[in-house]
């Protein structure tokens, strides 16, 4: 079964430490993404990867960058951890939407379980 | 520039009772639409997609969506609601289709059913 695969489901770490989320996919897609959420926000775009060493920032990149060395993985940093980037972030990959099969449901975003992050 | 609108926060409803979730979208041009749907504790699982093929969409769980163009809509649809589909469900769009597609994703809906 073919997955994305988000390192820890849950952390906790103190102020101004320097975080890293790890995603990793399988699926050999070309994008992939870091989103947050947040109740009542739904999801926001940090920043997103469409090929190796390529990167875009998306709607709220500010107090994160992100490595993507390797295809299939995709680091979120969090270089000085504040109290208002505890949140739950999300990892998620796709393919290029043209080259799809028409086999539903392969295709879209496919989303990691998740990390759960709390800064103290 | 793309956005998705899904008024209200939350949408209770009986077991057996139709499900009725809302999403309006904005695009300059023609958009991919999509649903997903989080239980708790999970990350997000693809409900359907809408890709510019048939304007009705069918999907998992018995839910499906209607793309009308003229109302810039995409509601999502079930005839009978299940306990099993309490979650919070999210409307999602997507203008490109090359290398840089990025999904813009609503505030979310939570779904409660009622015995």
């Known amino acids: 079964d073919v997955k994305v695969t988000q390192s820890s489901r849950y952390l906790v770490k103190r102020t101004g430490e320097k975080v890293f989320l790890e995603c990793v996919q399988d699926?050999?897609?070309?994008?992939m993404f870091w989103y947050r959420q947040d109740p009542g926000l739904g999801l926001r775009l940090i920043y997103f990867?469409?090929?190796?060493?390529?990167?875009e920032k998306g709607d709220i990149p500010e107090g994160y960058s992100v490595s993507r060395e390797k295809k299939e993985r995709f680091s979120l940093i969090l270089e000085s951890a504040s109290t208002n980037q505890t949140s739950m972030y999300l990892c998620?990959?796709?393919?290029?939407?043209?080259?799809?099969?028409?086999?539903?449901?392969?295709?879209?975003?496919?989303f990691g379980s998740g990390t759960r992050l709390t800064v103290v | 520039a793309q956005s998705v609108t899904q008024l209200g926060s939350h949408v209770s409803v009986s077991e057996g009772a139709l499900v009725l979730l809302r999403c309006n979208y904005s695009s300059s041009v023609p958009p991919y639409l999509f649903w997903y749907v989080q239980y708790p504790n999970q990350g997000l699982q693809l409900l359907l997609k809408?890709?510019?093929?048939?304007?009705l969409v069918k999907g998992i769980n018995g839910f499906e969506a209607e793309f009308k163009k003229s109302e810039t809509s995409f509601h999502l649809t079930k005839p009978s609601a299940h306990m099993r589909d309490a979650a919070e469900y999210f409307c999602a769009v997507t203008q490109s289709t090359g290398a840089n597609s990025k999904l813009t994703f609503g505030k979310g809906i939570t779904l409660s059913v009622r015995p």
């Open positions: 809408y890709t510019s093929a048939a304007t």
């Open positions: 998620a990959s796709s393919s290029l939407i043209g080259q799809e099969t028409v086999v539903w449901p392969r295709g879209g975003y496919t």
């Open positions: 990867s469409y090929d190796v060493k390529m990167k």
């Open positions: 699926m050999d897609h070309e994008n």
